[in-house]
């Protein structure tokens, strides 16, 4: 049995996902819809409630602009933690490699991102697009971070490690986070045997880059991380890649320079091996922000 918590802000949207759900999850379940139209709690405090109000030791927590198309979805994630008693996270969209750039949960420059979805997109005029990206025809992927559209924890995981609602007060980071302290004690996988339409595509704007600021700060000592082998070349290209759009975003969002430079000195792998790299990078944010004047 699983609890299904969502956290919404409109409501036609969570009647139109809790009928979805109803006529597509296939076993018993709760569905813990909780109102924040507001907009005055961060989603970690939001899902931290919803754990708390849960009575199954499943908990799944998807975004109320979805659409499940798989039939018997539920059945497959019941029987996925019977069989795997060291997952402690389970999503469709996640990554083998999180950059030690300041970035979501997958960065630029190199594909290590699995994921089967059906992305719709609300702020382009871009057509729905299926992603499925499975390199070895996989069921399942071990992965270090996962987004947050749509995933399912044990609720005894999701009760020990909780939601860093102290750290993120809004809706962006939360996902990355979870997934990191997550892997600490258990292992995160993406499945491929779940679909859902995803209506709407992220939004990267100034919130999300303090956010993901907040996120390397707190998790730096531990990136990069991976959860497969990655060639060194491909490395340094998702990392040169992944941190020149960063500081292009920093400089956009009138983060102050401080700030990025403490992520570029956070990046420790860079001065290990890339010193070079580390100091190009250095002299590239002061003119940057110096352009931007």
């Given at each position: 049995?699983?609890?299904?918590?969502?956290?919404?802000?409109?409501?036609?949207?969570?009647?139109?996902?809790?009928?979805?759900?109803?006529?597509?999850?296939?076993?018993?379940?709760?569905?813990?819809?909780?109102?924040?139209?507001?907009?005055?709690?961060?989603?970690?405090?939001?899902?931290?409630?919803?754990?708390?109000?849960?009575?199954?030791?499943?908990?799944?927590?998807?975004?109320?602009?979805?659409?499940?198309?798989?039939?018997?979805?539920?059945?497959?994630?019941?029987?996925?933690?019977?069989?795997?008693?060291?997952?402690?996270?389970?999503?469709?969209?996640?990554?083998?490699?999180?950059?030690?750039?300041?970035?979501?949960?997958?960065?630029?420059?190199?594909?290590?991102?699995?994921?089967?979805?059906?992305?719709?997109?609300?702020?382009?005029?871009?057509?729905?697009?299926?992603?499925?990206?499975?390199?070895?025809?996989?069921?399942?992927?071990?992965?270090?971070?996962?987004?947050?559209?749509?995933?399912?924890?044990?609720?005894?995981?999701?009760?020990?490690?909780?939601?860093?609602?102290?750290?993120f007060s809004g809706f962006h980071a939360y996902d990355v986070d979870f997934s990191l302290a997550v892997r600490q004690h258990y292992k995160v996988k993406v499945t491929y045997d779940v679909l859902l339409h995803h209506f709407s595509e992220g939004t990267y704007d100034d919130k999300w880059i303090f956010e993901i600021l907040k996120l390397h700060n707190k998790w730096y000592k531990h990136l990069p991380a991976q959860s497969a082998p990655i060639d060194p070349d491909d490395q340094f290209t998702a990392e040169s890649k992944t941190f020149f759009l960063f500081i292009s975003q920093a400089v956009a969002a009138k983060v102050p320079m401080r700030l990025v430079y403490q992520a570029l000195w956070h990046c420790t792998v860079y001065r290990k091996k890339w010193p070079k790299f580390f100091f190009k990078l250095s002299k590239h944010i002061y003119r940057s922000y110096r352009a931007a004047r």
């Amino acid at each position: 049995m699983i609890s299904v918590i969502i956290s919404s802000v409109v409501p036609h949207m969570l009647a139109s996902v809790s009928e979805n759900i109803a006529a597509t999850i296939g076993v018993p379940y709760e569905l813990i819809g909780i109102d924040n139209g507001t907009g005055a709690r961060g989603i970690c405090e939001i899902y931290n409630h919803g754990t708390r109000q849960a009575k199954y030791d499943i908990l799944c927590f998807v975004h109320e602009d979805v659409a499940f198309k798989t039939a018997n979805w539920g059945q497959h994630v019941i029987d996925t933690f019977a069989t795997e008693p060291d997952l402690g996270l389970l999503g469709i969209a996640g990554s083998t490699y999180k950059n030690a750039a300041p970035s979501g949960w997958h960065g630029i420059g190199f594909f290590t991102d699995h994921v089967n979805i059906l992305q719709g997109y609300k702020h382009t005029n871009a057509e729905l697009k299926h992603y499925c990206r499975n390199l070895h025809n996989d069921q399942f992927t071990e992965v270090v971070s996962i987004d947050g559209v749509w995933f399912c924890t044990p609720r005894k995981v999701a009760q020990q490690i909780q939601f860093d609602q102290n750290t993120f007060s809004g809706f962006h980071a939360y996902d990355v986070d979870f997934s990191l302290a997550v892997r600490q004690h258990y292992k995160v996988k993406v499945t491929y045997d779940v679909l859902l339409h995803h209506f709407s595509e992220g939004t990267y704007d100034d919130k999300w880059i303090f956010e993901i600021l907040k996120l390397h700060n707190k998790w730096y000592k531990h990136l990069p991380a991976q959860s497969a082998p990655i060639d060194p070349d491909d490395q340094f290209t998702a990392e040169s890649k992944t941190f020149f759009l960063f500081i292009s975003q920093a400089v956009a969002a009138k983060v102050p320079m401080r700030l990025v430079y403490q992520a570029l000195w956070h990046c420790t792998v860079y001065r290990k091996k890339w010193p070079k790299f580390f100091f190009k990078l250095s002299k590239h944010i002061y003119r940057s922000y110096r352009a931007a004047r």
